[in-house]
């Protein structure tokens, strides 16, 4: 299909409004679009946390860029329509109180940090900072993330907050995903991540560091394997610099050596922007990784490549 929709306006992307869902709804019934459950070959979108937080130039995580990104992503859907059977959106889902806010730690003067504060190791241990909560745990956390994640701790702006219009999915994507559910009779799965108070959950298929006595602490095998069950996986969302990377490395170390796998998955790169940070250049970071993965069998492509 080359038309969008007539209910799609551009100028949209990127603002807060109702969704339109019944009208959407209506207009993806009506468009007379085979079901996905016929599909010689089996496309699968896989949308990493498309939230107004992150997309939204307001947002309290936004990412530069996030607007235009899901511009191409959601006329990337409208074009393709007739050859993707599914759409999966990832939500990262917050509390007041995690290891990754400033709630969390204290320096010696009863201070909280500052978004975009690192806190090493080092620091925790000289008492530089001191956890309010779960201090066993977070004294251990730091070293864990150092030594087998091989980042340090970053400490966010409060977002994606649950029950916030943060933590929704940005309306004109979520109206893309809902006319895609009806024009292809194939039913949308959504995931919501990060609700582990004491660890950072930047891949939507596992935690930084695993907490064993948590049923969200280890890998996702299950989810995994549902998105292992389409031909192809295209990969679009925010931040490319952490959760779309982070996913993608726990594919990558999930199947290491086994290209066959890892050539199901395409990396819409022009559908994704990094986290910009003052002194991290986040975006080279990530470029360098995605390259890597490339020579293991992932596909870097673009939204106007076809899907042939």
Not at 100 to 124: K, L
Not at 287 to 295: D, P, T
Request: hydrophobic share 40%.
């Amino acid at each position: 299909m080359n038309t969008l929709p007539d209910f799609y306006h551009a100028e949209d992307v990127g603002t807060l409004y109702v969704p339109r869902t019944q009208a959407v709804i209506e207009a993806g019934l009506a468009a007379n679009l085979p079901p996905a459950s016929e599909d010689e070959q089996r496309v699968i979108l896989l949308l990493v946390d498309p939230q107004v937080d992150f997309i939204h130039t307001d947002g309290a995580l936004s990412v530069p860029g996030a607007v235009d990104d899901t511009r191409r992503t959601i006329e990337w859907i409208f074009r393709n329509i007739d050859r993707i059977s599914a759409i999966a959106a990832s939500l990262d889902s917050h509390i007041p109180a995690q290891i990754f806010y400033p709630s969390w730690w204290v320096d010696p003067q009863g201070n909280h940090p500052a978004p975009f504060t690192v806190i090493t190791r080092e620091a925790v241990d000289r008492g530089d900072w001191r956890p309010v909560f779960e201090p066993q745990w977070s004294h251990r956390y730091v070293h864990e993330l150092e030594t087998d994640a091989k980042k340090q701790l970053m400490i966010w702006p409060y977002h994606t907050m649950i029950g916030t219009l943060g933590h929704a999915i940005t309306p004109a994507l979520y109206e893309a995903i809902a006319y895609h559910a009806a024009a292809r009779a194939s039913e949308p799965a959504f995931l919501h991540k990060g609700m582990i108070p004491k660890t950072e959950f930047y891949s939507l298929l596992e935690p930084e560091v695993k907490v064993v006595d948590d049923p969200q602490g280890d890998l996702n095998v299950e989810f995994l394997k549902r998105l292992m069950s389409y031909d192809r996986i295209y990969v679009a969302g925010q931040a490319k610099s952490h959760c779309v990377l982070e996913t993608l490395t726990s594919v990558v170390r999930h199947y290491h050596g086994k290209a066959e796998h890892l050539r199901k998955w395409y990396v819409l790169l022009d559908c994704m922007s990094s986290v910009q940070h003052p002194e991290i250049d986040f975006d080279a970071m990530a470029n360098q990784y995605l390259e890597r993965f490339a020579e293991s069998g992932l596909n870097l492509v673009r939204s106007t490549d076809p899907l042939d």
